[in-house]
């Protein structure tokens, strides 16, 4: 076959990878990571803990060998299966740069809700909990403190990365106080303040966040955060020298957007910073495809919210009132949409 020639095996892989992704995510849910995270495992032993049927175990835990996840040592009934590196540092609940948080939840919801993307591109109408509703997810996952604290962690997870990216990226020694809007957990002012001990922080966000909130923030050992309740969406923003705001702009239309970043502004001095952590799609709209998905994921979960390049980000900052803004790369996909008042 010639180089050049036509080959299928990409439309294979991504047309049949939720084969792949579901293997993993039920692998998250039955706690595969988590057992082997104690030590290497024989197949049977590991297949008895995990409480698998003897019918197929083998092929489910040679799967995620093949695909990366584990490791084994040795064949038949004496191998024994480990956890590869990335899975140890990073499905593994014990470690602390755990993130299956969100592959907990994209088990539990979205991998389901994603068998609705064709209804949705046709009607726009969310395919989630709040499908036939009034489309608010957040009404929803706030009314219920088990869903919400596992949404908190799902975020929080994902986002570990990004926000350790931002605190060593970003010159907060400029600074002496942030406020972090829609703060959830609290985990992108304990990772900021931790690399940066002189800055004061506010975790904003609705009060029945409260309690997880300042139980992780209390658990961080750091005494120079502090969580604020108040609501975004009503509420006038807490004044800071830094505003900033994780994954909360692509929940919203454009208008809501421009309505937040105005309030952002308010609330920043002559000299303030106002920076969106999300997964920024590049202006050619060709690079960036997990941020492509991601606008995707908000078709399915939101009625309006969508991802967005940083020239738009850049528009909307401009119409607000501020002079200049840049884009600081973080982990992965995502990146740091910064605007300087």
């Known amino acids: 076959m010639s180089a050049n020639a036509p080959n299928p095996s990409h439309i294979m892989q991504i047309g049949m990878g939720f084969l792949a992704s579901k293997t993993v995510l039920s692998a998250v849910e039955l706690g595969v990571f988590a057992t082997l995270g104690k030590g290497a495992m024989r197949g049977e032993d590991l297949r008895q803990r995990l409480q698998l049927h003897p019918r197929s175990a083998a092929d489910f835990l040679d799967a995620l060998v093949a695909l990366g996840f584990l ?35 994209a088990n ?4 389901r809700f994603w068998a609705g993307l064709t209804e949705a591109l046709r009607t726009r109408e969310p395919q989630n909990e709040s499908k036939g509703g009034d489309g608010d997810l957040f009404a929803k996952l706030y009314a ?3 869903a919400l ?15 350790a990216a931002l605190a060593e990226k970003f010159d907060f020694s400029r600074y002496q106080t942030c406020c972090d809007v829609g703060g959830a957990s609290g985990a992108l002012s304990i990772a900021v303040a931790r690399r940066h ?23 961080s050992g750091l005494d120079q955060i502090e969580f604020r309740a108040g609501n975004f969406m009503t509420d006038e923003l807490p004044s800071a020298d830094v505003v900033t705001m994780g994954n909360i702009l692509h929940d919203w239309g454009t208008a809501t957007k421009e309505m937040l970043i ?14 969106a952590i999300e997964n920024i799609i590049d202006d050619g709209r060709r690079e960036n495809a997990f941020g492509l998905l991601m606008s995707l994921n908000m078709l399915i979960e939101t009625k309006d919210g969508y991802d967005y390049t940083f020239a738009q980000f850049d528009g909307w900052c401009r119409k607000a ?16 949409a910064v605007a300087y008042k």
């Open 108 to 111: 539990r919801r979205l991998y």
């Open 321 to 336: 009132g501020f002079e200049k803004t840049e884009r600081i790369p973080l982990a992965g996909p995502a990146s740091a």
């Open 71 to 105: 490791t084994r040592e040795g064949d038949g009934a004496a191998a024994a299966y480990s956890n590869a590196p990335d899975a140890a540092a990073f499905l593994d609940p014990a470690s602390p740069t755990y993130l299956g948080g969100i592959l907990l939840m």
């Open 262 to 275: 105005a309030k952002a502004y308010a609330a920043l001095p002559v000299g303030g910073a106002f920076i």
């Open 149 to 163: 604290e596992e949404f908190m962690d799902a975020m929080a997870g994902v986002q570990l990365g990004n926000f």
């Open 144 to 146: 219920d403190p088990k």
């Open 197 to 219: 001990p002189n800055l004061r922080c506010i975790s904003f966000d609705l009060p029945q966040v409260r309690p997880v909130a300042e139980r992780k923030i209390a658990a």
